[in-house]
């Protein structure tokens, strides 16, 4: 499987909005699903959501109502919306998606880096 790349990130101010996109070919005909983590400097990477390709989406409590996920099966693409941006958003965003026999492997991107200012 090729590996997902991520981008859009940037810098934004506090209340503001981006979209962060994950291209993962073949995302669609041999790969189950994708998750989306952020691992803000010197802490752990933490799950926030995840999207099947069937299109079912899970989002941790912290970001519901905020951030939003979606998929462009025809460009093999799933984006992150994320909107009412808070300082504590800031961090590295990664894709990782799953795929192949039982749906077991795992390929993540290079992440890409949202900066959230006051």
């Known amino acids: 499987q090729v590996q997902p790349v991520e981008s859009g990130g940037g810098s934004v101010q506090a209340g503001g909005s981006l979209r962060l996109s994950c291209l993962a070919p073949g995302f669609t005909s041999n790969r189950c699903g994708m998750h989306w983590y952020r691992q803000a400097a010197g802490t752990n990477r933490e799950w926030i959501l995840s999207?099947?390709?069937?299109?079912?989406?899970i989002l941790v409590d912290s970001v519901k109502g905020r951030f939003t996920i979606s998929q462009d099966k025809a460009k093999d693409t799933v984006y992150l919306q994320m909107n009412s941006l808070k300082l504590e958003d800031t961090g590295m965003y990664f894709c990782k998606t799953y795929g192949g026999d039982g749906c077991r492997v795992v390929d993540w991107g290079q992440g890409t880096q949202v900066t959230v200012s006051s």
């Open positions: 999207i099947t390709t069937a299109g079912t989406t």
